[in-house]
């Protein structure tokens, strides 16, 4: 019994061991592919060793999972990997980092601002942490308030694998070349993504606006390995792009290609002398001068994983300088990559996974001085042109704000798809109606609007646009951006309502302002106008003058203030002031005596306001209209009582003649009224 109990026990041993150097080997097996950065081909070496290492180092492998799940863009699997990892009692702080950078790539914000927390609280880098907890919230503020770019995938371009990294081709951006591992690729399995080996394809733009299935570049670029970003030349002959050579018994790097064109094809590539193959380059984008080549590496002098650096070409020489980096307002500790430059060399394009973002890469803008230095603090696009996925690669269609980039988003049609970006203009409207204050003789009743008034609008920037109201007293008005408008009516003897005012109205002295200054988000402006019918003869605050006497009184001159100011609101109105006496005295001398004060008036308005004299005409009616009949006063039994009666007879009113006055200073290129439906067309932008 003994004898069987040890040989039992030696089988036992033998078998652990055998499986200890079997759990040992698949480890090591699955280490080396990680560290030669074959990530989908050691997730699954990871998968198989699981089960048979010791228990101390499952936490590790589960770790160690979740990276290669993280590298491959499998979000889902890395999340449940990391905590696994940490349920496994894997206690290293890098573990809460990762966990909290796919929390944010899924957008579990307030989950991954825990996660950053106890990476600190574990004692990792407390700049990293704070860096992490600021990126969520300003992530949350940014999903909340979208700027108001369009993005769109473009299905027709994308393949259920991955494309990216859209470059134009020609001159009119309706040909574009991207880096895809579709199905026709010429390469094998790529161990890092699982995918084929990505080659350069090219897509054109047909006269419907769709884009072709993109067809294979010839084989002097396109290759059995990878090629990945491209960049065509302004002039369209030449072509720079990323080929990450394979020969055996070397660890070989990507580097930077360039390409003549040679008639209809791509001549042979060569190598650019600055791209050694000890260190990566890729990523390249050439200015529009063709002097200066930004580009992606991990050159000795940089300040993290991968930088934006750049190189100068001089013709005279046929020589490139030394690679210059970008410095450290664009380049961080982390990876900034996929630089991209526009065709006035201003603004530099890039993205980063360490700058403040939504999560995985986003697309940062870097303003370029005329010193050629980034000083200012990169700009985060912001959603939705990034997202919480892995952005990067962005064109822009010369000068207008549209144009390409990558995304891993969800709603793609593969891993790695394009997508268009716009921006669509801002649209202000400002719109409103013009009513009747109601009754002439009353002042009451049913407000109804008003035709025929023109509203008149004024911009700051010097604009004058003006419309009639229709039937329904409506008008309407397009805005421009960045500008103020204040808004007003003139009114004539055709403004008209159904059933107020056969003379007209007058001007509401009602100024609205609207701004579009600061917003940028598209608005609709409102506001109405009420407008005064005309009657006959309207009284103005009474106008008084010493028994006998023609001379305005102070008190006087207040009360024509009120013609003075509706004058003004109504500048086209010409305008009879008349005045009358009592029914005492001759005839004649009250005849004078009236014309006398009326002209008083005028010369108040003309000498001390500043009206045209040719607005105003002065008329005495002396005892002609009284609106007191002498019978009505003989009647009153006070001899106060009548002298009040006949004071009201003597009055200052004042009646509209014409709306025909046209002031000679105004401008000479007056702006024609159109009507108050029709529409305008904008460009874009």
Known sequence: MKNITKLTLAAVAVLTFCVSGFSQKALVKADEAFDARQYYLAAQLYKNAYSSVDKAKKGLVLYRSGLCSQRINDYRAAEAYYNKSIAAGFDDPNVYFQLAQILKNLQKYPEAIVEFKNYKSKGGDSKKADLGVKSCELAQQWMDNPMRYKTENISLVNSKNRDYAPCFSDKKYKTIVISSNRE????????????????????????????????????????????????VSKKGDMIFFTRCPEEKGM????????????????????????????????????????????????????????????????????????PKNAGPTVNTEGMEVYPALTDDGKKLYFSSDFHPGLGGLDIFLAEIGPDGKTSKP???????????????????????????????????????????FSLPPLVFNAKGNVFSEGDPNTGKGKAETVEAVKVKMVGSDGSITEAMTGKDGAYAFKLKERTTYSVSTETSKSSKSPSYSKDGYLSSKDLRVFTTVGLDQSQDFSADFAV?????????????????????????????????????????????????????????????????????CVDFLVKEKGINPKRLIAKGYGLTQPIIADAVIAKEPSKEGKEALHAKNRRTSFKILSFDFVDPNASKNPVKPKKATDDEDEDEE
């Open 251 to 322: 660890e070989n790097q990507c580097g930077l290609f360039m390409a003549k064109k040679q008639g209809s094809t791509w001549g042979v590539p060569e190598r650019l002398p600055f791209s050694n193959d000890t260190i990566t380059f890729a990523h390249p984008t050439l200015s529009a001068d063709n002097k200066t080549l930004y580009f992606t590496s991990n050159l000795k002098g940089g300040y993290g994983k991968l930088d934006i650096w750049s190189c100068t070409y001089d013709p005279r020489s046929n020589s490139w300088g030394q």
């Open 184 to 231: 026709g690729a010429l390469g094998s399995q790529d161990a890092n993504t699982g995918y084929p080996k990505g080659d350069l394809w090219e897509s054109k733009l047909d006269k419907n606006g769709k884009w072709s299935t993109p067809v294979l570049l010839p084989p002097s670029v396109s290759t059995d390995v990878n090629e990945g970003r491209a960049w």
């Open 378 to 420: 990169v700009e985060n696009l912001k959603y939705p042109i990034n997202s919480s996925y892995d952005d990067f690669g962005i064109v822009f269609e010369g000068r207008k704000n549209r144009g390409y980039f990558t995304s891993n988003r969800e709603g793609g049609k593969g891993d790695d798809d394009i997508w268009s």
């Open 532 to 600: 005064k019918p005309i009657v006959p003869n309207p009284r103005m605050p009474e106008v008084r003058y010493e028994l006998g006497d023609y001379k305005l009184l102070a008190d006087s001159k207040d009360s024509l203030n009120y013609l003075f100011d509706l004058m003004t609101d109504n500048p086209s109105t010409v305008v009879e002031l008349n005045s009358h006496t009592d029914t005492r005295g001759s005839a004649v001398s009250n005849m004078t005596l009236s014309a006398a004060r009326a002209q008083s």
